[in-house]
């Protein structure tokens, strides 16, 4: 069974403070994806990541994956309020995705 | 479009009862994907279909669990009996990756909120 730690579990910042949150695994993946989910809402994707070193960058956001495809990181620079959400990585491979269980990330004002 | 769209948002009922949660997937979408969120225990993939037909079940955690995909534009997912540990939110997601390299991501709904009570 494929399984992605993701780390940490809970994270609360002040607006404007810059943080990294990490996704790991023992198995490597084609490619591994990141979603936002807010309350209420189902996980919306934000990026998608094949190449192991890859680095994408969404506005504030960087995404990297682990030279191994194995793991994958994700850095917000000057976080907003707007930012809060639960974070979550999903590996693909041979199977549907499987999601790690997430970030919960806080960000205040 | 109008996204994935799943049914009731949120429904409470008693232990024994029957429950069904439904979903429509986008239009095209050749993947169909039921999960369950708890906070113990994250995103798990109970079922999947394409092209309407159940490929896989293994995640399906009881026989009390069932779900059907009629055609192309409706699932279901049906919990009889419900039991209080059946209490999650279920989420529905498809796709048109056309294998499972996660190339174009799943589309979510928003969800249905059970309590079983």
């Known amino acids: 069974t494929q399984l992605l730690e993701q780390s940490p579990q809970f994270l609360s910042i002040q607006e404007g403070e810059n943080l990294t949150v990490y996704c790991n695994s023992s198995?490597?993946?084609?490619?591994l994806q990141w979603y936002r989910q807010e309350p209420g809402e189902g996980p919306v994707l934000l990026v998608t990541?094949?190449?192991?070193?890859e680095v994408k960058k969404l506005k504030r956001l960087t995404f990297q994956f682990g030279d191994a495809r194995k793991d994958s990181s994700l850095h917000i620079t000057a976080a907003q309020t707007g930012d809060t959400g639960l974070y979550l990585c999903?590996?693909?491979?041979?199977?549907?995705?499987?999601f790690g269980k997430g970030t919960r990330l806080s960000v205040i004002a | 479009d109008a996204g994935v769209i799943q049914s009731p948002r949120h429904e409470v009922t008693e232990m024994g009862q029957e429950v069904t949660l439904r979903c429509k997937p986008i239009?095209?979408?050749?993947?169909l994907f039921w999960y369950r969120q708890t906070m113990m225990r994250g995103l798990e993939l109970l079922i999947y279909?394409?092209?309407?037909?159940?490929?896989?079940d293994s995640g399906m955690p009881e026989d009390r669990f069932s779900a059907k995909m009629p055609n192309a534009s409706f699932s279901t997912l049906k919990i009889q009996p419900s039991e209080p540990r059946d209490s999650a939110v279920y989420f529905c997601?498809?796709?048109?990756?056309?294998?499972?390299?996660?190339?174009?991501?799943?589309?979510f709904g928003s969800g249905t909120r059970l309590t079983v009570v």
């Open positions: 279909f394409n092209n309407n037909v159940p490929i896989d």
């Open positions: 997601a498809s796709t048109s990756n056309p294998n499972f390299q996660g190339l174009y991501g799943y589309t």
């Open positions: 990541v094949v190449t192991g070193g």
């Open positions: 239009s095209g979408h050749d993947y």
């Open positions: 198995s490597v993946f084609s490619s």
């Open positions: 999903a590996g693909a491979g041979n199977t549907p995705l499987v």
